[in-house]
């Protein structure tokens, strides 16, 4: 089955840099990639996401680009702000199964 | 005006209880599914519904059972509670089964004495 692996597992930034996760996925099937946010005590949130048909896709400070060669995609987060701090998850879709990586968590120092 | 509702949203309960979580979601949705969180917080999916029909299983224990009376609701019962159990659980839904954005609720805290 899928396997999605994400790096790094946590990441400390400085307010104003940015920041970059990414994650690798073994099935060359999996055709949806989305990113979810989840703060402290609260639910996982869609931040952005992106289908196999595009490379790259940008909302805001935040950018997701895909290499589906390499089988890699990864999040940017610049300008980083206090309120970025969580932990970040990626997923891949495939078939009807969803699978997400360990999980990173992101603290962006004032 | 809640989308993805759990109730409860804290359980603590004791080993050998039986115990049941539920979902409702407001968004019309085909699929739902429910993931246990551990402490380490990985999410791990442990089924997943298709208009109440089983599409997802993955290996959880017998002791889970969901329930999906319409395509509204998913429910989870837990037999026999055991102290590994603990996490927190949360409900999701997305409109088909593949390849949609999953919206979640907002979670149940599952703590075993």
């Known amino acids: 089955g899928e396997n999605v692996e994400q790096h790094p597992s946590t990441l400390s930034v400085q307010e104003g840099d940015s920041a970059v996760i990414k994650c690798t996925y073994s099935?060359?099937?999996?055709?949806?990639f989305p990113w979810y946010k989840q703060e402290l005590g609260k639910r996982p949130q869609l931040i952005i996401d992106?289908?196999?048909?595009?490379g790259e896709k940008k909302d805001q400070r935040i950018a997701v680009t895909l290499n589906k060669t390499a089988k890699h995609f990864s999040l940017h987060i610049t300008e980083t702000q206090p309120e970025d701090s969580a932990v970040y998850f990626c997923?891949?879709?495939?078939?009807?199964?969803?699978?997400f990586g360990p999980g990173t968590r992101l603290s962006v120092l004032p | 005006d809640t989308a993805v509702s759990q109730t409860p949203k804290y359980l603590v309960t004791q080993m050998g209880n039986d115990k049941s979580i539920k979902c409702e979601q407001n968004?019309?949705?085909?699929?739902m599914y429910w993931y246990k969180q551990d402490s380490k917080k990985f999410l791990k999916i442990m089924f997943s519904y298709n208009n109440k029909e089983l599409i997802i299983n993955e290996t959880v224990p017998n002791r889970f059972s969901p329930k999906s009376p319409d395509k509204a609701h998913l429910n989870l019962h837990i037999n026999s509670l055991e102290l590994g159990d603990s996490a927190v659980y949360f409900c999701?839904?997305?409109?088909?089964?593949?390849?949609?954005?999953?919206?979640f609720g907002p979670g149940t805290r599952l703590t075993v004495l």
């Open positions: 992106i289908r196999s048909n595009v």
């Open positions: 099935d060359s099937a999996s055709n949806y």
């Open positions: 997923a891949a879709s495939y078939g009807q199964n969803f699978v």
């Open positions: 968004l019309g949705h085909d699929t």
């Open positions: 999701a839904s997305s409109y088909r089964a593949a390849g949609d954005t999953q919206y």
